[in-house]
């Protein structure tokens, strides 16, 4: 009993300070290997070291980005963060470092970039494996000098900035085929952070779960009666290729589609299950080319959508209400999907078009589900952010953007 004391006092004020740090940056979890990150970004935060963050899509590193520079003495300063695989390479430059007035056409004034924005604080380079060669040279020059010129201008601007950068690539790999800069590789990876998949630290799921249910439950109004034992169970024993946003997704779409049933072993698995069908990780065969393997990626997302309509619309005709409300935004995207997602002959849209015309629909409905937040449409297409524009570019839809 002594004994017991002992260890509660002993441990209580460090499990507080964790519980605080946690709830400060939002990185939830109950594993040794999440306690660990934590650790290291309490470390590496108050330094003005530059941080490499790697791990899988969907592990968590842009929220490691986050919590470094919450947890620094710039936290009072901006953080910028700049998808370098997002912005076309034709104005890249332009971006990150700024331009002046005439310096190229459509240069109408001065403008500052990415780098000057985030004076005094801190630049998240999220995708830095995206970044094309030639730039990789001008921002190692930004890295040691912290110095660097406008497009088009003479005057060197002097900046105070910390450096993260992400990347789900592997970046060594990278270097040895000679794409990306070892110099820079180096520089930037002061201080790498690995953030492990979900698979790696499944004692974090239980907490992500109630966290995630919770909030969804919230917003949208739900009354949810929660997830049995063996439902926890099976989560915390299934893949998560997509890790923790694929877990937040499909703890969303089980409590909305069970209508707020509670989720036992068996229901649970089906989700589980088309989870894994919308795998962006799929192998595709090296032998085709990518637009057509994009293509065939397209169809199957269709697919499981169209079967997700499905069941969505059985569930709202054949069975009696939901006793609970759904937000409006939920109303609306289901009167969304079911007024456009048939012709009056009943024939699905999908029927009719050809496959470019199906393309650029789910494109349109997708940007729209996001508002218009490419780079979460791009996501949930299983498309790269550069692919998306072009597909704008080619749809005709860059107008209707705004
Ligand atoms: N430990 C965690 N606790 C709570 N939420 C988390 C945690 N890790 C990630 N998330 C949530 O999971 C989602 C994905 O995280 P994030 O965008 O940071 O991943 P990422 O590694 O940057 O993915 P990508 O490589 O695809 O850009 C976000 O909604 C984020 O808030
Ligand atoms: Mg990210």
Request: aromatic residues 6%.
């Amino acid at each position: 009993m002594a004994k017991n004391e002992n260890k509660t006092l002993q441990t209580l004020p460090v499990e507080a300070h964790w519980r605080e740090v946690q709830r400060d940056v939002g990185i939830l979890g109950e594993s040794e290997i999440t306690r660990q990150l934590l650790e290291t970004i309490e470390q590496v935060a108050p330094t003005d070291i530059s941080v490499l963050i790697s791990g899988e899509s969907g592990t968590g590193k842009e929220l490691v980005a986050q919590a470094i520079h919450r947890r620094s003495h710039r936290r009072m300063h901006p953080l910028i963060t700049v998808n370098c695989g997002a912005i076309p390479e034709g104005i890249l430059e332009s971006e990150l470092f700024g331009h002046e007035k005439g310096s190229f056409t459509g240069a109408v004034g001065p403008r500052k970039g990415y780098f000057e924005l985030a004076d005094k604080g801190s630049i998240f380079l999220d995708e830095i494996g995206e970044l094309p060669v030639t730039t990789q040279v001008k921002l190692l020059r930004v890295l040691e000098m912290r110095q660097f010129m406008r497009v088009g201008g003479t005057a060197q601007v002097q900046v105070d900035i910390r450096f993260i950068a992400a990347t789900n690539k592997n970046l060594e790999t990278e270097v040895r085929k000679g794409r990306f800069r070892e110099d820079l590789f180096y520089r930037l990876n002061a201080v790498h952070i690995h953030v492990a998949a979900l698979r790696d630290r499944r004692q974090d799921i239980p907490i992500l779960v109630k966290k995630f249910s919770n909030d969804f439950c919230r917003e949208n109004h739900i009354e949810f009666a929660g997830f049995s034992e063996s439902a926890m169970h099976a989560m915390q024993e299934a893949e998560w290729p997509g890790n923790i946003r694929e877990l937040r997704n499909v703890v969303e779409k089980v409590i909305v589609l069970e209508r707020g049933n509670l989720v036992d072993e068996s229901s649970i698995k089906k989700y589980l299950h088309q989870a894994a069908v919308i795998d962006h990780h799929l192998p595709v065969p090296l032998s085709r080319p990518k637009e057509e393997a994009e293509r065939d990626f397209l169809f199957r997302v269709l697919l499981e959508i169209k079967s997700e309509i499905a069941q969505l619309r059985e569930l709202l005709t054949s069975q009696p209400l939901p006793r609970y409300h759904l937000g409006p935004w939920h109303e609306e995207q289901m009167v969304d999907y079911f007024e456009h997602g048939e012709d009056q002959s009943g024939e699905s849209s999908s029927d009719r078009g050809s496959v470019a015309e199906m393309e650029k629909e789910l494109i349109r409905s997708t940007l729209k589900k996001y508002n218009g937040n490419k780079r979460r449409a791009a996501r949930s297409l299983g498309l790269s952010e550069r692919t998306l524009y072009r597909k704008l570019e080619k749809y005709g839809l860059k107008d209707e953007e705004d």
